[in-house]
């Protein structure tokens, strides 16, 4: 190495860091002028086929370039008016008439035709397509026969296009939230030519989602897609409720270290973020106009038994600790009061249904029924270990509850941290003790969460089985005539649940998020919802400092 | 440096033994002392931290909750309202065993390959070396979690995945510096004069390449604490309440706004151990370099 | 010289194929697949996933049509991301990684040499312990810190760079080549002065000495090629470490790099991912330590005769 080629080196260096400085305006600033949202998306998107797609990122660019039967009202989460005008329902609710919009386009121009919903629906139903959220369509006449393949003909499913603008559905049982399942994108359309020209149709790999190739029926249309960069969505002109479309476009952002995200947000960089790190909360409740909207959240964090290994084999010691988990001090300390404590596991308030609360923080029974179980102030206690898998929030709660445990009933927990997928192989497998979860709900219903439980449910992971659990939720509630009949027979069984405490119950989430002033028309709700057609931004409003 | 060298070299010519000599000289290097005298207290804290720490490190009091430096806890307290300074404590136990231990692993295995690899040189050295190269390149995160699913989650499981991993450097530098001596005149001297091969690797090579070695290992002992702090992120390394440095300053660091001292004080515990470590290594270079004594 | 380039690229031969192999039972033994998530997934469902990915097939079937696809140049489809390919993915984020290496790379040669060698011309003095205490900052600072602090101060307090991205805005590579580099700074400073050191001792430098040569050129003509041979037998490692190592520095600064990929890819179970960044990765590993080799034996007279007469 000569000295020539050190100062080479060392003339590049300076050139470097030139390249710098006069960063401009911030992109909440050009943004609010050009109508661009600059949304904090958590994660690089895994696709962009609505009947492939699962999670949350996904979901907010979905919902921006494709469009169901019916949307979410974002203040109110009732439905409205999407790629369907109108609808009506029978009076016994089995059958369900979709009156389609004439206006509706596909962004290529093409009129939207029942019979666009019937065959995408047959491929959001088919075996081969491998959708996870098919169960989505489960209420129509014999769609889980053909999607787990027991039926081959779809002619016998409970959809048919009566004409061009005319669906038609036939449920199994009346279902009170089918219009609301219109919003999720496993039941969107999707465009039929465009598949078809790049493979198959069940194929989930083709290339049709490109930026090139894709048509959708949404507000938006995507115009780029740098992979874990940005995606870059804007107004669609072919969309039929375009004059209400106020954004230009939006950029998503991949944002998935929430400290790096908040930092985004702080110089400016993003409208909207998908969380807040849990330490910034008070620092940013704190300021005066803040940026932090927190708002309940459809979804309840809990920890799951594994009932059938002692020592929690035992009733009285799955009560002894859910009654000493002072949820009230986690809040307020640990979660510096962004979640809201929980002793069910239904959400409280779920379209008006309120759980049961059976227990209470209380140390003394609790001690009392540890005792009863032969484990008198922890002697002979054969150790527990709980398993959570890495996340700084997950680890927090974790410490905090196992301090409590050790407080109260002198027992001692160990803590047994996982990486994402072996800690989900371990849930699965039910190969744990005490394992953290979480329940995020797919639509606003009881049913929901409360189906989790079922006998060898898929989700279920405690080992609990209760045949008459299981007749309330599977027979009697979908017969109830009145919601307040049905809201009862899931109060019993809730009771029924929570009596046998296959699970402990530890806060309700919340949705928690920092979004600037100028950013008009994304309340909070349940679902956590933004409905992209409602959103506005205003100029006036500079750079929050 | 002139006169104590002139007493070195009377000392040296006096018969004083290679050890020897270099602890007279490293006894004369004031921040290498400073180095060895800052290790030696944090390993004796470090022994009778649970006699001597000033709370115990499990004992919550969440409504306390993070609090800055007071006359009840010197250093702060962390969110759970645990004593800072317990905890630092509590964690350089961890973290100096995890440090030591498993710098010395992947020394051993380190040192002992690149050695034979580069004395026999030709296939042996050719296949040695592309076995480091496989090593190299396998996926480490998805090697950590298999052996934790096989073994499950022990300390000893611990330093043999961080020493498999560190000593692969630790051959490739061996590797070059034998290669290297190996060329000079007193190493052909000794093969000519019928010496093993064991012999003039432990004898000739190993002593003449512990320069680079001991600066590798000073530098390989702090990468080796903080590795410890990922790899309790996949779940293997300690778990709460226990804790070590390298968590103490990832958790520190997520909260470096709003809790400075979370990460202030930890991370000044691992940056002294890491210069005193780098004095000492320096000094015993030094020490041990008998012809740069010489000069 | 030749010779050996040829014969080391054969070595490479063997290298990768233990490799794939090694990875590719590895990350099917690892728990939980590519299609397990947090909502349980129905037998039906999993079933028609595995179809379509050819997972139904035995373990070796999947093998063989794996190592055959690769002679192709094929490297999968991404079972993260429906619809790309892995060479797609590797290709979108290879460039970037490699920018931002190369800028970590002359970051720390430049901080790290320059300190090392002044560092070495007159050892325990101030001009030996300042510059090394101040390259070895970078190691106390690993770069989920180093990066945080960075950012705060030049981008949130100061306002002089942007606070992430990657080519979006001017400035923004600054703080990410730093953050990365300063780590490799530590080394380089290390390395390069205990191996001056080591040189500045030896007979041909008293030689030059004694022909009265000023120091400065006895340092660049002589010293420098011998004693930065340690620091470049670090070299081709420490840049393929920088691939693979740069996940936390493009994390925190929202570069979409190579590492990013990697990293989720692992925690992701993308096999076929996985498989190909660490093909990728082992082919560049082979070749950066040939490429280390070549220079260290350039470098070192003594080797350089050797390889000659091969």
Redesign the interface.
Known sequence: ???SA?RI??L??PG??L??????ESNVVQGNRAGILHFGNGT?P??L?PH?V?GIPEMNIVNALFEGLAVKNPYTLEPEPGVAQSWDISADGLTITFHLNPEAKWSNGDPITAEDFVWSWRRALN??????Y??MLYPLVNAEAF???QLDDFADVGVAALDEHTLQVRLNAPTPYFIQLMDHHSTFPVHRPTIEKHGKST????????VENIVGNGAFRLKDW????RLVVEKSDTYWDSDRVQLNGIVY?????T??EE??F??G?LHYTQTI?L??I??YRAKEDSPYVNAPYIGTYYYLLNINEPPLNDVRVRQALAMTVDRD??TS??LHGSNVPAYSITPPGTLGYQPPTLFGYDVEKARQLLAEAGYPNGEGWPGLELTYN?S?AH??I???L??MW??ALNIDV?????????????V?QMNFQMARR?WIGDYVDPNNFLDLFLCG???NSTGFCDPVFDDMIQQQAPRAKTREERYAIFDAAETRLMEQMPIIPIYTYTSNHLIHPSVQGVPSNLMDSVNFRYVSLENELGVIE | MTTPVIANIIEAEQGTSLWQDAWLRLSRNRLALFGLAVLVLFILIATLTPWIAPYSYTQHNLDLGATPPSAAHWLGTDIFGRDMLTQIMYGGRISLAVGFIATAVALLIGITWGAIAGYAGGRVDAVMMRMVDIIYALPFMIFIVLLMVVFGRNMLLLFLAIGAVEWLTMARIMRSQVQSLRQQEFVEAAISLGLSPATIVRRHLIPNALGPIIVYTTLTIPSVMLLEAFLSFLGLGVQPPQTSWGLLISFGAESMEEYPWLLLYPGIAMTLTLFSLNFLGDGLRDALDVRGAKD | MWRFVGYRLLQAIPVLLVVITVTFFLVRAAPGGPFSSEKAVIPEVKAALEAQYGLNLTLFQQYTSYLSDLTKGDLGPSFKYPGRSVNELIAAGFPVTAELGFYALLVALSIGGVAGIIASLRPNTAQDYIPMSAAMIGICMPSFLLGPILILVFGIYLEWLPVSGWGDIPGDKILPAVTLGSTYAAYVARLSRAGMLEVMSQDYIRTARAKGLPEWQVVTRHALRGGLIPVVAFLGPAFAGLLSGSFVVETIFQIPGLGRFYVQAAFNRDYTMILGATVFLATLIVVFNLLSDILAAWMNPRLRAQFAEQ
Do not use: H
């Open positions: 190495m000569r000295l050190l080196l060392l590049l260096i470097l860091f390249a710098a400085c006069g960063s401009g690089e895994q696709g086929d492939v699962t075996p081969a397509m491998g959708n996870q098919a169960y999607a787990t393949g194929d989930r790999f083709t290339r049709w989602t490109r740098q992979l874990n960069r952002y991949p944002t998935e270290n400290s790096s930092r985004m702080r110089v960089q790190p330490d910034k008070p620092v001090r986690l300390t640990v890495t700084e680890l927090k974790a410490v905090a196992q301090q050790k407080d160990t803590l047994a941290n996982q990486e994402w997928k072996v800690y989900l192989d371990s699965d979480g449910g898929g989700n």
